[in-house]
């Protein structure tokens, strides 16, 4: 099955700097893949999804890239503001079913 | 715009008692997934209905069973409550499966004593 691994520790990054958050997969590469924020005892939030064929994707402040060489997609927050602060999953499909990284637990700190 | 309803948001259960949550997906999206997770842990898949059939089973203990509705709402039974059931429980719903975001609801709180 899928593994899919993110960055094992927290992020704690300084207001205004860029965080680049890391999802690795083990096993095939997935068509998409897709970035959720969540808020603690909150639900995931869709943020961004980029598909194989796509190299980047750019959203307002948030971009993602996508390297099925690799295996390994990032998330970059630019400008990061401390409402950024939370903990951020990639997900791949696998089936009709989602599976999750561990997440990355990202602080910015004023 | 509207987002995926879970209720009750808050539930509080002894062992071996019975425990039941809804999901009302967002309208016209016909695939609805469950989700657990445990404090600390990413969300775990239980199992996804698309158009009121089961389409992917995950880690659902024999214990949970689910299923959804002829209005694309969806219910998630468990029994027998052990004390690991505790969790936050989502539900999340997409308009079809391959390429399409998933929407969270914002999760059912279950707590087993």
């Known amino acids: 099955s899928q593994k899919i691994e993110q960055n094992s520790e927290a992020l704690n990054i300084q207001e205004g700097k860029t965080a680049t958050l890391t999802c690795n997969y083990t096993?095939?590469?997935?068509?998409?893949l897709q970035w959720y924020r969540q808020d603690p005892g909150r639900g995931p939030v869709f943020l961004l999804l980029?598909?194989?064929?796509?190299k980047e994707k750019r959203k307002e402040r948030l971009k993602v890239t996508f390297d099925t060489t690799l295996k390994q997609s990032l998330f970059h927050i630019t400008a990061s503001q401390p409402a950024d602060s939370a903990t951020y999953l990639c997900?791949?499909?696998?089936?009709?079913?989602?599976?999750f990284g561990t997440g990355t637990s990202l602080t910015v700190i004023p | 715009a509207a987002g995926v309803i879970q209720s009750p948001r808050h539930l509080i259960k002894e062992k071996r008692e019975t425990a039941t949550l809804k999901c009302y997906p967002i309208?016209?999206?016909?695939?609805v997934y469950w989700y657990q997770q445990g404090p600390g842990q990413d969300p775990q898949f239980l199992i996804s209905?698309?158009?009121?059939?089961?389409?992917d089973k995950g880690s659902i203990p024999d214990r949970f069973s689910a299923q959804q509705f002829s209005d694309y709402h969806s219910e998630l039974n468990m029994s027998s409550l052990e004390l690991g059931d505790s969790a936050l429980y989502f539900c999340?719903?997409?308009?079809?499966?391959?390429?399409?975001?998933?929407?969270f609801g914002e999760g059912s709180w279950l707590t087993v004593v």
């Open positions: 999340a719903s997409s308009f079809g499966t391959v390429g399409n975001t998933i929407y």
């Open positions: 209905f698309y158009e009121k059939m089961q389409s």
């Open positions: 980029i598909r194989e064929n796509e």
């Open positions: 997900a791949l499909p696998t089936g009709n079913q989602f599976y």
């Open positions: 309208p016209r999206h016909d695939t």
């Open positions: 096993n095939y590469s997935p068509a998409y």
